[in-house]
T-cell receptor, first 117, second 115 residues
Framework: NAGVTQTPKFQVLKTGQSMTLQCAQDMNHEYMSWYRQDPGMGLRLIHYSVGAGITDQGEVPNGYNVSRSTTEDFPLRLLSAAPSQTSVYFC????????????????FGSGTRLTVV | LAKTTQPISMDSYEGQEVNITCSHNNIATNDYITWYQQFPSQGPRFIIQGYKTKVTNEVASLFIPADRKSSTLSLPRVSLSDTAVYYCLVGPPGILTGGGNKLTFGTGTQLKVEL
């Protein structure tokens, strides 16, 4: 059981380039989300999805696009990379049952460290 | 999510018990308390969740007083490998367990364990 898999682990982009950060989970989780983590700022939600075909914006969505064509995959696209998007990106998933006895919480991937120069 | 306050950092030594307290004065009746652990260069990992009194699992214990305005994460006999950031989150199950809403993290408590 791989959990949440993120690729690539490291990436360097030039300003203006585009790229896609991949996220896949094999737990049949309905809920998936993307966060970015900057030094001293905790994790901030970029986009999230409550199921295939449904996405919504989080706290810091500008400059990013997402799609959810399957339950397993939730790619994050950077349209035109900017230095301000240098960060560590985490993908997370959960069963989305919303039940207090669902004690698994969120499962996070190991992250993608992105540098935009 | 309810606003939470936790220490920015804590230091400890191997073998000691560490207690990290989180204040959440405006906790709502249907809110639960959840703790996550994040090691360097890794994503956060769910540790424990509770509603009232005491919850214990193989990793930690969570103590919640009757008024629920605070909670304490207790790590027994810490080791160097427990050095991590610990996040306290308070909210309804729909948010804490991914029922379609937004889970946000603060900056957490940086625990440093030394020999």
């Amino acid at each position: 059981n791989a959990g949440v898999t993120q690729t690539p682990k490291f990436q360097v982009l030039k300003t203006g380039q585009s790229m896609t950060l991949q996220c896949a989970q094999d737990m049949n989780h309905e809920y998936m989300s993307w966060y970015r983590q900057d030094p001293g700022m905790g994790l901030r939600l970029i986009h999230y999805s409550v199921g295939a075909g449904i996405t919504d914006q989080g706290e810091v969505p500008n400059g990013y696009n997402v799609s959810r064509s399957t339950t397993e995959d939730f790619p994050l696209r950077l349209l035109s990379a900017a230095p301000s998007q240098t960060s560590v990106y985490f993908c997370a998933s959960s069963s989305g049952q919303g039940h207090p006895l669902d004690l698994e919480g969120y499962t996070f991937g190991s992250g993608t460290r992105l540098t935009v120069v | 999510l309810a606003k939470t306050t936790q220490p920015i950092s804590m230091d400890s030594y191997e073998g000691q018990e560490v207690n990290i307290t989180c204040s959440h004065n405006n906790i709502a009746t249907n809110d639960y308390i959840t703790w996550y652990q994040q090691f360097p260069s890794q994503g956060p990992r769910f540790i424990i969740q509770g509603y009232k009194t005491k919850v214990t699992n193989e990793v930690a214990s969570l103590f919640i007083p009757a008024d629920r305005k605070s909670s304490t994460l207790s790590l027994p006999r810490v080791s160097l490998s427990d050095t991590a950031v610990y996040y306290c989150l308070v909210g309804p199950p729909g948010i804490l367990t991914g029922g379609g809403n937004k889970l946000t993290f603060g900056t957490g408590t940086q625990l440093k364990v030394e020999l």
